[in-house]
Nanobody, 125 residues
């Protein structure tokens, strides 16, 4: 079982940037495709981005396309979410998640087996 710990959240102003990190406890980190999701108060958890085990394949959601980038460093067991041009509507708790390697791009909450505890991102206008 892999444990995930997110960090890097905080309070920023609209237009600022943040980089979230998610550190995995397991040495077989490369056995997992990774994803980022977010959840705002009163809303369902929303897909943000995903990356394949090798990092060769990435996909981001329409609401963050062109502003957010996902990457990973398998030597450090860490996945990142670079968030640029932040908007107040990006305010949410951000979660990273892990799914055993497969051939499909996963965008659903139910497709991920392991989850971190989340990190709060607040964007003021």
């Amino acid at each position: 079982q892999v444990q995930l710990v997110e960090s890097g959240g905080g309070l920023v102003q609209a237009g600022d940037s943040l980089r979230l990190s998610c550190a995995a406890s397991e040495g077989t980190f490369r056995n997992y495709d990774m994803g980022w999701f977010r959840q705002a108060p009163g809303k369902e958890r929303e897909f943000v981005a995903t990356i394949s085990w090798s990092g060769s394949r990435t996909y981001v959601g329409d609401s963050v396309k062109g502003r957010f980038t996902i990457s990973r460093d398998n030597a450090k067991n860490t996945v990142y979410l670079q968030m640029n041009s932040l908007k107040p509507e990006d305010t949410a708790v951000y979660y990273c998640a892990a799914s055993r390697v497969g051939s499909l791009i996963r965008v659903k909450v139910t497709e991920y087996e392991y989850w971190g505890q989340g990190t709060q991102v607040t964007v003021s206008s």
